[in-house]
T-cell receptor, first 110, second 115 residues
Framework: QKEVEQNSGPLSVPEGAIASLNCTYS??????FFWYRQYSGKSPELIMF????GDKEDGRFTAQLNKASQYVSLLIRDSQPSDSATYLC??????????FGRGTSLIVHP | GAGVSQSPSNKVTEKGKDVELRCDPI?????LYWYRQRLGQGLEFLIY????????KSGLPSDRFSAERTGESVSTLTIQRTQQEDSAVYLC?????????????FGSGTRLTVV
């Protein structure tokens, strides 16, 4: 069974700090990885996707993928209170059906 | 349309009644997914449509659940004889292509409450 593991949190960081969110997955055939942000009562919205080993940067967000160790992480630099949300990671293997983790709650306090 | 549209946004129904939820994907998106999210929980896959291929129904929790999609257009998720455990937010997502490297766009969801 394909699984995605995330620490449910909450992860609490002060404003301006780096928030580090981690995710491990079980399917070695996974090809693509996604990070979604979900505000309370809202639907998930795509932040980043990554499919190659290494880092991918987009503004304050950096996704890191390590296929050998089967983990993907999301770094949020200069965290803002508006970043407070639940972050879901997801992976896509050969089934074309993305599997989502349960999400990590992030709280950025002023 | 510009985004994935779901209706109704909220639905309160009595236990035992049937409900129908609608999803209108982004134009040109061939893949469509239904997920269920219970309060405080993750996304639970229900069903996947890709173009005119047979849908992947492996996530449907019981035979009370069914879904249809005609071609690459609107999809409806039907829940018959609703139970209280069906209460959840039902999310629809669409994507361009089968193995999308561009992510999935979610609708705003239908919040179903069974009383």
């Amino acid at each position: 069974q394909k699984e995605v593991e995330q620490n449910s949190g909450p992860l609490s960081v002060p404003e301006g700090a780096i928030a580090s969110l981690n995710c491990t997955y079980s399917d070695r055939g996974s090809q693509s990885f996604f990070w979604y942000r979900q505000y309370s009562g809202k639907s998930p919205e795509l932040i980043m996707f990554i499919y190659s080993n290494g880092d991918k940067e987009d503004g304050r967000f950096t996704a890191q993928l390590n296929k050998a160790s089967q983990y993907v992480s999301l770094l949020i630099r200069d965290s803002q209170p508006s970043d407070s949300a639940t972050y879901l990671c997801a992976f896509l293997g050969g089934s074309y059906i993305p599997t989502f983790g349960r999400g990590t709650s992030l709280i950025v306090h002023p | 349309g510009a985004g994935v549209s779901q209706s109704p946004s909220n639905k309160v129904t009595e236990k035992g009644k049937d409900v129908e939820l609608r999803c209108d994907p982004i134009s040109g998106h061939t893949a469509l997914y239904w997920y269920r999210q219970r309060l405080g929980q993750g996304l639970e896959f229900l069903i996947y449509f890709q173009g005119n291929s047979a849908p992947d129904k492996s996530g449907l929790p019981s035979d009370r659940f069914s879904a249809e999609r005609t071609g690459e257009s609107v999809s409806t998720l039907t829940i018959q004889r609703t139970q209280q455990e069906d209460s959840a937010v039902y999310l629809c997502a669409s994507s361009f292509g089968q193995a999308s490297n561009y992510g999935y766009t979610f609708g705003s969801g239908t919040r179903l409450t069974v009383v």
